[in-house]
C-alpha cells in the first residue's frame, strides 16, 4: 500500500449544519468524522478479508484528490489467485452543488454545499463458477438535509441456488436486526434498480439496495423514470402485471438508528460472499463457462455504463474516472445475437436467476 | 443471406405530407421509398466491397420487425480475414411520436407521427495497425419536417499519418462537390460529437458528422449540453479556449441537394476505408499491439453507451438491442490506470491523433 493522503485540516464547509428539525433526527456534530471513519475501517476489514481469500493477490492503494474538494484511496487487486480484478473504493467529496440528478430527488438541497462519503466494491473472480459482487455504501450532507444510501448485489454467471439462499438470507438476518421491513423493501428495490430494460433482464440475482434513508422514515421515498416497482409482486418478488406495491414506513428512526443499520448491512458482506468463493473456487472450468462469462460481463458494463447512478453521480461531479470505471470488468466478449441453448445450465441462468426471484423461501 | 421481410404495404402513415413550404424544400412524393431503396442498395454496395477486402469472412443477414411501424435486415461479419467483427445494418422505422432526445432539437416535430431510415455500420478488424471505422447516414420526416444527417469517422490504435490525412482527404474530396462549407463544418462537428469528456480524449481522429440538414441552409442548427462547438479553433481545429466558431450557412438547398450529398458521403466510404486495410493487413503485430488495441476498444464502448445519441434514440425507440449494440467490439479489456510509455507509438496515439489536427494541411 502506498501511504494515504492526510486528511485536510481546513473546514469542508461553512455553512452552519442542521439549525432546525426534532433533536433525534439530527446528525451528531461529528458526524462526517464518524461516518468517513467507518467507511475506511471497513475498507480496510473487507480488503484484509478478500487478500486472505484470495491467498495471492494483494491490493495496491492509489490515493487521490479532487481539486473541488476531498479525495479518496483506490485500491486494485489484479491477477489474484481468485480475483481477476477487484476495486475497493474508498470516497469523501464535498462541493458547492450537488449534480441536477440528485438535487431532483432532494430538492431542499438546492442552494447548499454538500458533503459525501462513501466506499464501493466490484469484484470479478477468475472461475466462471464464483459470482461477481458489487457493494457501496455512502452518506450525504446538503444544507437541511442527510441520507444514507447503498447496497449489495451478487452476479452469478452459473446456477447455484444454495449460494444464492445464503447469500440472500445473511443480508435478511443483517436487516432483521433493525427492522422486520427492510429486507423485503430493499430486496424489491434492488430487484427494481439493477435492471436491464433493454434486455428484459435482471443484472443477477440481486440482494438489497436502499437511497434517500432519513428520519422521515419513508423507506421508498422516490418515483424516478423508469421506476418498476409497481411491476413487482412484493410478497414473491416476481414480476405481477401492475401490482401495486405497499411499501412500509418506519417513523421516529434516529441518525444513529440508520447509521446502525449501514454498519450491519456493510458488516454482512465477508459472511455472505466469501463461503460462496470458498466452496467454488476449486471447482474446474473450461473454455465454454469462461467464454460465457466474458460475454455476460458485457451486461454488467451495459448496466454501469446506461443505468448506473454511481457512474452518473461520479462524471458528474468531475470525479475520478479511473476509479469510478475500475467497476468495468478486465475482460469482456460481446455476440452478436448469443441464445443460450435449450436445457443448459446457461439457459437456467435466464430462466430463473435473471427474474426477481423469493430466494428466502426459494424450493429449487 | 436469408431473404429479408418484404416491404410493408400499408400505409406508412396517414397523414397529408408537407402542405407548406417553398417548392424546392419539399421532399418529392416518393420521399421515403427513394431514399431507403439508397439506403439498401448501400448497404448491399458496401457488403460486397468488405467481403472482397476480407477475402474470407462473408455476412449473415437477420431480418426483423419492429412492432410498433417497420423493420430492418442487420448483417454481421465474424470471425474474417481482416474483420473480427464488423456489423452493417439497415432500418426503417415509423410510428406516433419522436423520442425526447429529438424533439429537444425538433420541437416542430411534436405531435406528429414521424419516418426514419438509414445505414449504420462498425467494422472491428483483427489486426491493432487496421483502424475501426464507424458509419452512419439517416433521413427523418415528422410532420412538417424532414432532414438528412450522418457521418463518418475512424479511430485508429496504432498512428499512421498517411492512413488519416488519405481518409480526410477523401471525405473532403466528396464534401466540396456540393459546398466548400461543408468539410470544414461537418470535420468540426465531428470531433466534437466523438469526444470522451471523462476521458479528455476524442474517440479517434473524426472525419464528418452532420445532422438536422434541411432546407434551412443552417449547417451547425443546434446546441446541446457540452456541445464543445466553441472550444475548437475552426481553421486548425485544435482546442482553443473560447474561440468562436462562425458556422456557415447554405441557402437555397433542395431536397434533392442534401440527398446528393449524403450519397456523395457514402460512396466516399469504400474509397476512404479500403485502401487503409490493404496497406496494413499483413503487417506483423505481437501481444503488445493486441492488448493495446483491447484497451482502446473499452473507449469504444465507453463512448457508444455513455454519449452516442444513435444508440440512445434505438433504447428510446424499443430498437432491436441486438441491432443497436451490434456496434460493440467482439474482445475488449479495460485496466485500472494504464498510462502509454513515454515516447512509444502507443504515447503518440494519445499525444496526437486522439486530440482533433488539421488533417488535411498535415505536416508530420
Request: hydrophobic share 30%; proline share 9%; with cysteine.
Amino acid at each position: 500500500m502506498t501511504a494515504f493522503s492526510p486528511r485536510p485540516t481546513e473546514p469542508k464547509f461553512s455553512e452552519p449544519k442542521f439549525s432546525t428539525g426534532r433533536t433525534g433526527s439530527l446528525p451528531p456534530a461529528d458526524s462526517r468524522e464518524r461516518v468517513s471513519s467507518w467507511m475506511k475501517s471497513f475498507q480496510d476489514r473487507v480488503c484484509q478479508g478478500l487478500e486472505a481469500t484470495d491467498g495471492l493477490g494483494t491490493f495496491k492503494q492509489d490515493a487521490w484528490e479532487r481539486p473541488e474538494g476531498g479525495g479518496g484511496r483506490s485500491r486494485v487487486m489484479r491477477d489474484g489467485n481468485v480475483f481477476e480484478q477487484g476495486g475497493v473504493n474508498f470516497s469523501e467529496v464535498w462541493g458547492k452543488d450537488l449534480p441536477p440528478s440528485i438535487l431532483a430527488q432532494r430538492p431542499e438541497a438546492a442552494g447548499h454545499s454538500f458533503y459525501a462519503t462513501g466506499t464501493s466494491m466490484v469484484l470479478h473472480p477468475k472461475n466462471p463458477y464464483i459470482p461477481t459482487v458489487h457493494l457501496n455504501y455512502r452518506y450525504f450532507e446538503a444544507g437541511p438535509v442527510w441520507w444514507f444510501g447503498g447496497g449489495i448485489d451478487l452476479t452469478p454467471y452459473y446456477p447455484f441456488d444454495e449460494d444464492v439462499v445464503h447469500f440472500h438470507k445473511t443480508l435478511k438476518q443483517a436487516c432483521d436486526r433493525h427492522d422486520p421491513e427492510y429486507y423485503n423493501t430493499f430486496k424489491l428495490w434492488c430487484d427494481e434498480y439493477f435492471y436491464l430494460k433493454h434486455r428484459n433482464e435482471t443484472r443477477g440475482v440481486g440482494g438489497i439496495f436502499f437511497d434517500y434513508q432519513d428520519p422521515s422514515g419513508v423507506l421508498y421515498p422516490i418515483s424516478y423514470p423508469g421506476s418498476q416497482m409497481d411491476a413487482f409482486d412484493p410478497k414473491t418478488a416476481t414480476p405481477a402485471a401492475k401490482h401495486s406495491v405497499k411499501v412500509g414506513k418506519v417513523p421516529d428512526r434516529s441518525w444513529e438508528d440508520i447509521f446502525s443499520f449501514s454498519q450491519s448491512c456493510g458488516s454482512a458482506f465477508l459472511p455472505a460472499y466469501t463461503p460462496i468463493v470458498e466452496k467454488r473456487k476449486n471447482l474446474e472450468y473450461g473454455e465454454r463457462e469462461r467464454n460465457f462469462q466474458l460475454y455476460r460481463r458485457g451486461r454488467y458494463v451495459e448496466f454501469n455504463l446506461v443505468y448506473d447512478r454511481g457512474t452518473i453521480f461520479g462524471l458528474q461531479t468531475n470525479g475520478r474516472t479511473e476509479s469510478i470505471l475500475m467497476s468495468l470488468p478486465p475482460l469482456v466478449r460481446w455476440e452478436y445475437d448469443y441464445q443460450p441453448e435449450p436445457g443448459s445450465p446457461e439457459a437456467r441462468l435466464y430462466d430463473i436467476f435473471l427474474k426477481p426471484q423469493d430466494w428466502i423461501n426459494w424450493k429449487a
